[in-house]
């Protein structure tokens, strides 16, 4: 190993120099994370390249990335340093070929590389070359068709009993899917093995034991018996730390007898379990009793030690003899029969599993395509040969050696064990003098629910040493280019507590610490644990108000979700008032913080949706990374029901929704009034007697005609579903119904109308495959919301948008952000997985639960409890390295957020930590049983030295680390709504009224100096397409000589008080706006064909609110009695007398905006009726009219404020419908008046927009 000696102006650190530079053996890199990992890759890549003494070719690398981004980006950054070494080279003839080989160089995934693999050599497996790859959604309808066809033969064999026998254990009485899940997920499971159908028939061979089976000889014994050994020694500690108490001043010294009595009982039970048996064991466990605790009497010792004492005793005894009952209780034979009894059903099980496979493998052949799985697969068989039972390299595998001077495999920890054999049979030579490059961190290793085994690569990180001698080299990269050194110190003391060989699976050492190699100023902030807490009872204050199931006070109900929103709302407001500095990642420079610097990281996107909505309130942009809710999402299900309906009219149920839906938006009425055309058919049916017979059932003509124009583009879908393609079926839809633009206008419109694309590619995709047919596609979507997958909603927003981030810490991997906020902390992990009837594991196989069909029983067999002991160790690994990932992503500030319901019991329980050794790590009994991320962050912070101001206990040795911490402990009911809505500034964030007044006229200085004008800046504003009330208000804005005391400028700058406001404030009320909004619904909904009294009005409020068409809020502010005596006025009489009256009147419509600029505008006409040879527009206002000295005032301000938009809808719809509207009129529910607006404005508005 000749590494060349590091300049003295080098920048790379000594670890680094030898990434790069190291030859002569296997090497693998653990690199933590933001080591410049990609940088050391690059330029070992092109030191190999350009090296003068033994250059090698470009295209005689094998560099494997994990994704086709990182390899694309790997490409990349190979061409620019090749341009650059040109540059300073021009005359070199062989680095300009080398950038001319380039696109030739094997860098990809390493599923690319077994493309090119079996493209190149299918005629040795007798495959077509032209085999297309399988688009995900076509495998799993085939798979599903060919589970199926499996299953429906094996019940109608002449031997059907084993297969029913299997249904009975695993199904319910409706169908057999349980079958088909489990089925396709042992499949899966087997195809990250090398040999896969040679794995699955070693499955049963466990459960076929003969007479007189020692269970001892079982492979999953040992590692189980160590397992619960581990359980006892933690038991052990306990007991040590109850004597501890006992012993201490003020302690419970009787304890200490008993704390003794404990410690001989699982001494003997721990060297039974080491030495002996299974069955000796099983005596000593059914043996088991417990002394009686030593009294203790009162006012003798410190209550809470004596307190303590007992509780830990108390789990002490909950540990053992939960193992007892889980283990013990049945003897060994016993579990050896309840073995045997399960092997047919195992046999059966594999025999479906293995038919499945081969048929799956039939029809792709026949199809011409492959999977992904098999691209590994068929390049496994063209690589390999079979001899003596084991893979040897293929002549092919040999050619491949000689060509690949080195292989380079990035993000090794993520690799499984058909990728490795894959990988080992191109590389050259053994471990101590191969040319495998692996780089990795086993840290960061957190795809195991994609069956990757971080194993393999910890196994070579034990095996390997400093110096390559009889193993492959090992080199630590741990100087962290990324972070402050805050960020970094806070994670090396969290995991120096946590992480360990047993629970967590490696060492978190001082060759995994990280060390700060970023080059950041002076300054900082502690890492911040926010912990959101239940008012505590002693609370006299919290103890007056009312107190929900959530623990909150203030008389409102609140989620964990949205209390730690909130939380996070009052932190980034802190930090933005403050204009806390960050280093801009394009620039390098410092600048204040913005939204985009920030990032909410959550374990899953289940509290997405409630944070951002936390967040839409208190006025902060934000965007939410979803991988779910897409099928959740209204516009997708209004989408999905229509092509249900077009497919096949006859569902009741989503064809009232679509008639329901904004494509015709029907209501309850009109569709009982389509029902009565024919009662007892379909609604399809009584859709289309209905537009045979009319308007005999006396639905007003409008409504009629949009009803027989929904029937004409109904019938024209349903006939191009049978002759055109399904992406253009979805987009006539959209065409036909403008639903599109009408998802656009909508809140959150620009993401709607990206699901609404995303559906339609969605199809586009759907018909590359050999499938088609609309009814395929829905069945295929149903079969993804069914197995619980999702297309994740769309992206709609850019790296560079000015927007918090909310996502996935999975899906953060491999980026980082400025401040990093980790919420829900404090939720539980997730064990569903434990809760299913059988667990997979690698080494062990499948197990399931014992069942007793006759009796309809499950009950964990010896196979299950073995593997679950070792998944659940898995698991809390897996989820240990989710949160190294999750707390490295922060540059500059990192924030940890969680919620407990008990404060005081949390602190106690995280105490406990206290009283072990300050330099050792928290007990095992601690990390080994954690539900949640807190449990592992509350002791450990509970043990440094800035917990102490929340309490110690006696003995207590704390820490007196170099990571600053900053605790906070928040009652929830501290986290009102009021403080969180926009426009209302926190009370602690609020400027002085005089400092408020020098800062607006600083601000007023500084707008002079940027106030250009750019001469065309009226076109660059315009919208393409705005509302009716936009321009209006656009319009009074630039006609008013005075502020209007009625509008609100959108710039205007609004003066920030430092001091709190006054309780009473605080308070929310809804706005004007909000009210006017609910009163419309009202209208819009009431029965305009009879009058109503105000028991009728309130009646279909409170009907209203049931449907959620308004908030209980808005329902206690609209006033019934006022929306009664509207039906009292004569202008209700004329609306009655008409025989067409039209509610809600869409419409767009362009003009003439100046400039040569063409406007679009649309709005919505409250009510529209004939009268006479002409029209009536009539437009609904709740403006407050008490104010005005006269009669004349109060119509001289409303036509001021109103005549443009009434204008602007009767022009419209005068030269859409070709009506004319003869009288225009606003209705005033504050004193039921009537107000006529004369003459034609929308000539004043064109001339004052383009004068």
């Given at each position: 190993?000749?590494?060349?000696?590091?300049?003295?102006?080098?920048t790379?650190?000594?670890?680094?120099?030898?990434?790069?530079?190291?030859?002569?053996?296997?090497?693998?890199?653990?690199?933590?994370?933001?080591?410049?990992?990609?940088?050391?890759?690059?330029?070992r890549?092109?030191?190999?390249v350009?090296?003068?003494?033994?250059?090698?070719?470009?295209?005689?690398?094998?560099v494997?990335?994990?994704?086709?981004?990182?390899a694309?980006e790997?490409?990349?950054?190979?061409?620019s340093?090749?341009?650059?070494?040109?540059?300073?080279?021009?005359?070199?003839?062989?680095?300009r070929?080398?950038?001319?080989?380039?696109?030739?160089?094997?860098?990809?995934?390493?599923?690319?590389?077994?493309?090119n693999?079996?493209?190149?050599?299918?005629?040795?497996?007798?495959?077509?070359?032209?085999?297309?790859i399988?688009?995900?959604?076509?495998?799993?309808?085939i798979?599903?068709?060919?589970?199926?066809?499996?299953?429906?033969?094996?019940?109608?064999?002449d031997?059907?009993?084993?297969?029913?026998?299997?249904?009975?254990?695993?199904?319910?009485?409706?169908?057999?899917?349980?079958?088909?899940?489990?089925?396709?997920?042992?499949?899966?499971?087997?195809?990250v093995?090398?040999?896969?159908?040679?794995?699955?028939?070693?499955?049963?061979?466990a459960?076929?034991?003969?007479e007189?089976?020692?269970?001892?000889?079982?492979?999953?014994i040992?590692?189980?018996?160590?397992?619960?050994?581990?359980?006892?020694?933690e038991?052990?500690?306990m007991?040590?730390?109850i004597?501890?108490?006992?012993?201490?001043?003020?302690?419970p010294?009787?304890?200490?007898?008993?704390?003794?009595?404990?410690?001989?009982?699982?001494?003997?039970?721990?060297?039974?379990?080491?030495?002996?048996?299974w069955?000796?064991?099983?005596?000593?466990?059914?043996?088991?009793?417990?002394?009686?605790?030593?009294?203790?009497?009162?006012?003798?010792c410190?209550?809470?030690?004596?307190?303590?004492?007992k509780?830990?005793?108390?789990?002490?005894?909950?540990?053992?003899?939960?193992?007892?009952e889980?283990?013990f209780?049945?003897?060994?034979?016993?579990?050896?029969?309840?073995m045997?009894?399960?092997?047919p059903?195992?046999?059966?099980?594999?025999?479906l599993?293995?038919?499945?496979?081969?048929?799956?493998?039939q029809?792709?052949?026949d199809?011409?395509?492959?999977d992904?799985?098999?691209?590994?697969?068929?390049a496994?068989?063209?690589?390999?040969?079979?001899?003596?039972?084991?893979?040897v390299?293929s002549?092919?595998?040999?050619?491949?050696?000689?060509r690949?001077k080195e292989?380079?495999?990035?993000?090794?920890?993520?690799t499984?064990?058909?990728?490795?054999?894959?990988?080992?049979?191109?590389?050259?030579?053994?471990?101590?003098?191969?040319?495998?490059?692996?780089?990795?961190?086993?840290?960061q290793s957190?795809?195991r629910?994609?069956?990757?085994?971080?194993?393999?690569?910890?196994?070579?990180?034990?095996?390997?040493g400093?110096?390559?001698e009889?193993?492959?080299?090992?080199?630590?990269l741990?100087?962290n280019f990324?972070?402050?050194?805050?960020?970094?110190?806070?994670?090396?003391?969290?995991?120096?507590?946590?992480?360990?060989?047993?629970?967590?699976?490696?060492?978190?050492?001082?060759?995994?610490?990280?060390?700060p190699?970023?080059p950041?100023?002076?300054?900082?902030?502690?890492?911040?644990?926010?912990?959101?807490?239940?008012?505590?009872?002693?609370?006299?204050?919290?103890?007056?108000?009312?107190?929900?199931?959530?623990?909150?006070?203030?008389?409102?109900?609140v989620?964990?979700?949205?209390?730690?929103?909130?939380?996070?709302?009052?932190?980034i407001r802190?930090?933005?008032?403050?204009?806390?500095?960050?280093?801009?990642?394009w620039?390098?420079?410092?600048r204040?913080?913005?939204?985009?610097?920030?990032?909410?990281?959550?374990?899953?996107?289940?509290w997405?949706?409630e944070?951002?909505?936390?967040f839409?309130?208190?006025?902060?942009?934000?965007?939410?990374?979803?991988?779910?809710?897409y099928?959740?999402?209204?516009?997708v299900?209004?989408m999905?029901?229509?092509l249900?309906?077009?497919?096949?009219p006859?569902?009741?149920?989503?064809?009232?929704?679509?008639?329901?839906?904004?494509?015709?938006?029907?209501?309850?009425n009109?569709?009982?009034?389509?029902?009565?055309?024919?009662?007892?058919e379909?609604?399809y049916?009584?859709?289309k007697?209905?537009?045979?017979?009319?308007?005999a059932?006396?639905?007003?003509?409008?409504?009629?005609?949009?009803?027989?124009?929904?029937?004409i583009?109904?019938?024209?879908w349903r006939?191009?579903?049978?002759?055109g393609?399904?992406?253009?079926l979805?987009?006539?839809?959209y065409?036909?119904?403008?639903?599109?633009?009408?998802a656009?206008a909508?809140?959150?419109?620009?993401?709607?109308?990206?699901?609404?694309?995303?559906l339609?590619?969605?199809a586009?995709?759907?018909?590359?495959?050999?499938?088609?047919?609309?009814?395929?596609?829905?069945?295929?979507i149903?079969?993804?919301?069914?197995?619980?997958?999702?297309?994740g909603?769309?992206?709609?927003?850019g790296?560079r948008?000015?927007?918090?981030?909310?996502?996935?810490?999975?899906?953060?991997?491999?980026?980082?952000?400025?401040?990093?906020?980790?919420?829900?902390?404090?939720?539980?992990?997730?064990?569903?997985?434990?809760?299913?009837?059988?667990?997979?594991d690698?080494?062990f196989?499948?197990?399931?639960?014992?069942?007793d069909?006759?009796?309809?029983?499950?009950?964990?067999?010896?196979?299950?409890?073995?593997?679950?002991?070792?998944?659940?160790?898995?698991?809390?690994?897996?989820?240990?390295?989710?949160?190294?990932?999750?707390?490295?992503?922060?540059?500059?500030?990192?924030?940890l957020?969680?919620?407990?319901k008990?404060?005081?019991a949390?602190?106690?329980?995280?105490?406990?930590g206290?009283l072990?050794p300050?330099?050792?790590?928290?007990?095992?009994?601690?990390?080994?049983?954690a539900?949640?991320?807190?449990?592992?962050?509350?002791?450990?912070v509970?043990?440094h030295?800035?917990?102490?101001?929340f309490?110690t206990?006696?003995?207590?040795?704390?820490i007196?680390?170099?990571?600053?911490?900053?605790?906070?402990?928040i009652?929830?009911?501290?986290?009102?709504?009021?403080?969180?809505?926009?426009?209302?500034?926190?009370?602690e964030?609020a400027a002085?009224?005089?400092?408020?007044?020098?800062?607006?006229?600083?601000?007023?200085?500084?707008?002079?100096?940027?106030?250009?004008?750019y001469?065309?800046?009226?076109?660059v504003?315009?919208?393409?397409?705005?509302?009716?009330?936009?321009?209006?208000?656009?319009?009074?804005?630039?006609?008013a000589e005075?502020?209007?005391?009625?509008m609100t400028?959108?710039?205007?700058?609004?003066?920030?008080?430092m001091h709190?406001?006054?309780?009473?404030m605080?308070?929310?009320?809804?706005?004007?706006?909000?009210?006017?909004?609910?009163?419309?619904?009202?209208?819009?909904?009431?029965?305009?064909?009879?009058?109503?009294?105000?028991?009728?009005?309130q009646?279909?409020?409170?009907?209203?609110?049931?449907?959620?068409?308004?908030?209980?809020?808005e329902?206690?502010?609209?006033d019934a009695?006022?929306?009664?005596?509207?039906?009292?006025?004569?202008?209700?009489g004329?609306?009655r007398?008409?025989?067409?009256?039209?509610?809600?009147?869409p419409?767009?419509?362009?003009?003439?905006?100046?400039?040569?600029?063409?406007?679009?505008?649309q709005?919505?006409?409250d009510?529209?009726?004939?009268?006479?040879?002409?029209?009536v527009?009539?437009?609904?206002?709740t403006?407050?009219t008490r104010?005005?000295?006269s009669?004349?005032?109060?119509?001289?301000?409303?036509e001021?404020r109103?005549a443009?938009?009434?204008?602007?809808?009767?022009?419209?719809?005068?030269?859409?419908?070709?009506i004319?509207?003869?009288?225009?009129?606003?209705?005033?529910?504050?004193g039921?008046r009537?107000i006529?607006i004369?003459?034609?404005?929308?000539?004043?508005?064109?001339t004052?927009?383009?004068?």
């Amino acid at each position: 190993m000749n590494i060349p000696a590091k300049p003295a102006d080098a920048t790379w650190t000594d670890a680094q120099w030898q990434a790069i530079h190291a030859t002569g053996s296997d090497i693998l890199v653990s690199a933590a994370a933001g080591s410049g990992k990609t940088a050391v890759l690059i330029n070992r890549l092109i030191g190999k390249v350009t090296d003068p003494a033994s250059p090698i070719d470009v295209d005689e690398l094998l560099v494997v990335t994990f994704t086709n981004a990182a390899a694309a980006e790997m490409r990349h950054r190979m061409a620019s340093a090749l341009e650059e070494a040109i540059a300073k080279n021009p005359q070199s003839s062989r680095l300009r070929r080398q950038l001319s080989l380039l696109n030739k160089a094997q860098i990809s995934t390493l599923h690319s590389f077994c493309l090119n693999v079996v493209r190149q050599y299918a005629y040795i497996l007798d495959v077509d070359p032209g085999f297309r790859i399988a688009d995900t959604a076509e495998a799993a309808l085939i798979r599903d068709d060919v589970i199926g066809r499996v299953l429906e033969e094996a019940y109608g064999s002449d031997d059907p009993e084993p297969v029913y026998r299997l249904a009975d254990s695993f199904t319910s009485d409706r169908d057999d899917q349980a079958i088909e899940v489990l089925v396709d997920r042992l499949y899966d499971y087997s195809r990250v093995h090398p040999q896969p159908e040679e794995w699955l028939k070693s499955i049963p061979r466990a459960y076929h034991l003969p007479e007189g089976a020692d269970i001892d000889h079982l492979p999953f014994i040992g590692p189980l018996k160590e397992a619960i050994r581990h359980r006892l020694e933690e038991a052990a500690a306990m007991s040590g730390e109850i004597g501890r108490i006992a012993r201490m001043p003020d302690g419970p010294s009787p304890f200490a007898v008993t704390a003794e009595e404990d410690a001989m009982t699982l001494s003997v039970l721990l060297r039974i379990l080491k030495e002996g048996t299974w069955a000796e064991a099983h005596t000593a466990f059914s043996a088991l009793t417990w002394s009686r605790a030593a009294a203790i009497k009162k006012d003798s010792c410190d209550e809470e030690l004596a307190e303590r004492a007992k509780k830990k005793r108390n789990d002490v005894k909950k540990i053992v003899n939960s193992l007892k009952e889980a283990y013990f209780v049945r003897t060994p034979d016993r579990l050896l029969d309840e073995m045997r009894l399960m092997a047919p059903m195992m046999d059966t099980l594999i025999g479906l599993t293995i038919r499945f496979g081969r048929r799956y493998a039939q029809v792709k052949k026949d199809r011409g395509i492959v999977d992904f799985s098999d691209l590994e697969h068929l390049a496994l068989a063209i690589l390999s040969e079979e001899e003596d039972g084991r893979l040897v390299p293929s002549p092919v595998a040999l050619d491949f050696r000689e060509r690949f001077k080195e292989v380079l495999v990035d993000e090794y920890q993520d690799t499984n064990r058909l990728q490795e054999t894959i990988i080992g049979l191109v590389k050259q030579g053994g471990n101590e003098d191969g040319n495998l490059f692996m780089v990795g961190d086993v840290k960061q290793s957190i795809y195991r629910f994609r069956l990757a085994e971080p194993m393999l690569f910890l196994g070579k990180y034990l095996r390997f040493g400093g110096e390559a001698e009889d193993s492959g080299l090992k080199i630590d990269l741990n100087a962290n280019f990324r972070s402050r050194s805050q960020v970094l110190e806070a994670t090396n003391y969290v995991f120096s507590q946590v992480m360990g060989a047993r629970v967590g699976e490696i060492d978190y050492d001082e060759a995994a610490a990280l060390k700060p190699g970023a080059p950041y100023p002076d300054g900082g902030m502690p890492t911040a644990l926010t912990i959101i807490h239940e008012p505590s009872e002693e609370d006299p204050e919290a103890a007056e108000e009312p107190v929900s199931a959530e623990g909150l006070g203030r008389g409102e109900t609140v989620k964990q979700s949205q209390a730690e929103a909130r939380a996070m709302i009052r932190e980034i407001r802190r930090l933005m008032d403050a204009g806390t500095p960050v280093t801009d990642p394009w620039s390098g420079k410092q600048r204040p913080l913005e939204y985009r610097d920030i990032v909410i990281l959550l374990r899953s996107m289940t509290w997405s949706g409630e944070i951002a909505d936390e967040f839409r309130l208190a006025g902060i942009p934000v965007y939410a990374d979803t991988s779910g809710g897409y099928f959740d999402a209204l516009e997708v299900m209004i989408m999905l029901n229509t092509l249900r309906v077009i497919d096949n009219p006859y569902q009741d149920i989503p064809f009232a929704s679509v008639l329901r839906s904004p494509f015709i938006g029907l209501g309850e009425n009109e569709l009982a009034r389509i029902r009565l055309a024919a009662p007892d058919e379909p609604f399809y049916e009584a859709l289309k007697q209905f537009v045979r017979n009319g308007i005999a059932s006396g639905i007003p003509a409008a409504t009629e005609e949009k009803i027989r124009r929904f029937y004409i583009h109904f019938e024209n879908w349903r006939n191009l579903a049978r002759r055109g393609s399904l992406a253009d079926l979805i987009w006539q839809v959209y065409i036909d119904t403008h639903y599109y633009e009408m998802a656009g206008a909508m809140p959150n419109g620009k993401q709607r109308q990206a699901n609404l694309r995303a559906l339609h590619d969605r199809a586009i995709q759907y018909e590359r495959t050999s499938f088609r047919g609309l009814f395929r596609f829905l069945r295929f979507i149903d079969r993804m919301r069914r197995r619980g997958d999702d297309m994740g909603t769309a992206r709609a927003v850019g790296e560079r948008d000015d927007v918090v981030r909310i996502m996935t810490i999975h899906s953060s991997k491999g980026l980082e952000f400025p401040h990093v906020f980790i919420a829900g902390v404090g939720r539980s992990f997730n064990k569903m997985d434990f809760n299913e009837p059988y667990l997979f594991d690698q080494h062990f196989g499948l197990a399931v639960k014992a069942v007793d069909p006759d009796n309809r029983i499950q009950y964990t067999s010896l196979p299950f409890l073995a593997i679950r002991e070792k998944k659940e160790l898995e698991m809390r690994a897996e989820e240990m390295r989710i949160l190294y990932v999750a707390m490295t992503r922060a540059k500059e500030g990192l924030h940890l957020v969680g919620s407990v319901k008990d404060l005081p019991a949390a602190v106690m329980k995280w105490q406990e930590g206290q009283l072990a050794p300050a330099d050792a790590m928290l007990p095992e009994y601690v990390r080994s049983r954690a539900a949640g991320y807190l449990d592992w962050i509350g002791p450990a912070v509970a043990r440094h030295r800035d917990f102490e101001p929340f309490g110690t206990l006696p003995g207590a040795r704390l820490i007196d680390d170099p990571s600053d911490w900053k605790v906070a402990f928040i009652p929830s009911g501290d986290l009102s709504a009021e403080e969180a809505a926009a426009g209302e500034p926190p009370a602690e964030h609020a400027a002085d009224r005089e400092n408020a007044e020098e800062e607006l006229a600083a601000a007023a200085r500084v707008r002079q100096v940027f106030d250009y004008s750019y001469p065309h800046a009226s076109s660059v504003l315009k919208r393409s397409k705005q509302s009716v009330s936009e321009v209006k208000r656009m319009w009074l804005l630039e006609r008013a000589e005075e502020p209007d005391p009625f509008m609100t400028r959108s710039d205007e700058i609004r003066p920030v008080y430092m001091h709190d406001r006054p309780e009473f404030m605080q308070e929310r009320t809804l706005s004007a706006a909000e009210i006017g909004t609910a009163v419309h619904a009202v209208m819009q909904h009431a029965d305009l064909s009879s009058p109503q009294n105000v028991r009728d009005i309130q009646k279909l409020i409170t009907g209203l609110a049931d449907r959620e068409i308004i908030t209980p809020a808005e329902a206690r502010e609209v006033d019934a009695s006022s929306i009664a005596r509207f039906f009292a006025s004569p202008l209700y009489g004329r609306i009655r007398k008409s025989d067409d009256v039209r509610r809600e009147v869409p419409f767009t419509y362009g003009y003439d905006a100046g400039e040569g600029d063409r406007q679009i505008i649309q709005g919505i006409v409250d009510c529209l009726f004939r009268e006479g040879d002409g029209w009536v527009l009539l437009d609904y206002k709740t403006d407050r009219t008490r104010m005005f000295g006269s009669e004349e005032a109060l119509a001289a301000e409303m036509e001021n404020r109103y005549a443009v938009q009434l204008s602007l809808y009767a022009r419209a719809l005068r030269d859409i419908l070709n009506i004319e509207i003869k009288e225009k009129l606003l209705y005033l529910f504050d004193g039921e008046r009537v107000i006529s607006i004369r003459g034609d404005h929308f000539d004043d508005f064109e001339t004052d927009r383009i004068g």
